[in-house]
């Protein structure tokens, strides 16, 4: 314990399952690297951190809007001070971590970031992007962060390392391809993943147009084939039994290690979910990723195959699992070898 590192990650917690796949990605390639390290968790769920930034009045604010705000109305009346109250790391005065890592996240700088910026500078710890993906705003803050103190950076798509390159950023694949301990060889397509996900979850669904044009989609596979429909929120799980039935083959679980063990049982997943395709291809298993976003625009990280909803079925019905699996237990073994490499090169 005497040497290990104590690292400050910038994920989520019960939040978006997908950011702890690609936070227990990472984990696998530390220890993989021999890295011994203690976890502080940065968590950037937004009803921890609204984006008010670092400015106390604000942030007292975003408590009273997000954290419990009965109780820190409680606690303002009977004239004690409003206290951050998730178990993670919050900005302090002392030095309280040895190193930083952004986990690939399509969120590694803005407002819900950028005070954990400033610790890191105040502090003069040095940190890592590993696998951000798309474009976000850069102050003067991050600038002078990832100028000076930042190691390596690996960013996911061409978005991210367009903006970074001048930092030194390599393009690479998503640590959520490490999340699954093993693999699995596919031997023939029998069992059909839906990683279904609805219209009204912020920041986490799509169009309702998108979602008109896949449920019936989804029903075709749900008959063809003998498939199950995969749920990643609790919202999403609520809208699937409304609109499949409560006896459909739903599968939803608020345990994220569970979740991603799941994936384990398929043969394909589909589904517009990047994430889902990406624990998927952890275990060796294809993934379809149906376009509706930024993060569903580009193909790489995972070999995912990237189709319009009305290609779907046709997709499914011709594609070469077993030749497909195997391509990505390489490109996992490949990638994975490359990252416990640059792991080595910052943190040993």
Known sequence: MSGAKRIIFSSTRGWNPGDEFILEGIRNVLRA??????????NRHPLVRTGFGGDKLLRGASFLLADNPDLQVKKLKNGKRIMFMDNSFYPVNERVADYIIFAGTPEWAGKRNRELYKYALKHKIRGALL??????????????????????????????YEQLKEFGAIKGVCPALFSAGDV??????????IVFQGTGL?????????FDKLVPVYNQILKEFSG???????????????????????YYTSNWRDLLNHYRNFDIVI???LHGIGAASSWGIPGILIAHDDRTK??????????????????????????????????????????IDLSRNFLL
Do not use: M
Request: glycine share 8%.
């Open 228 to 250: 199950e429909i995969i749920c990643h929120h609790f919202a999403d799980y609520v809208r699937a039994v409304e609109i499949f039935g409560y006896g459909a083959p739903i």
């Open 298 to 339: 580009e193909s790489g990280s995972f070999l995912e195959i990237i189709v319009e909803p009305e290609q779907v079925i046709s997709v499914v019905r011709d594609i070469d699992v077993v030749r497909k699996s195997v391509e990505i237990i390489e490109h996992k073994e490949r990638w994975f070898a490359k990252y």
């Open 33 to 42: 690297a021999g890295v011994e390290f203690v976890e502080i968790l940065y």
């Open 271 to 273: 589904g517009t979910r």
């Open 131 to 160: 696998g951000v993906g798309l474009k976000n705003e850069i102050t003067d803050v991050e600038r002078e962060y990832l100028s000076n103190y930042v190691d390596t950076i690996v960013t996911r798509d061409s978005e991210s």
């Open 202 to 210: 912020w920041a986490n669904s799509i169009s309702v147009e998108i």
């Open 184 to 193: 699995r060889k596919v031997e023939g397509l029998n069992r059909v993943g």
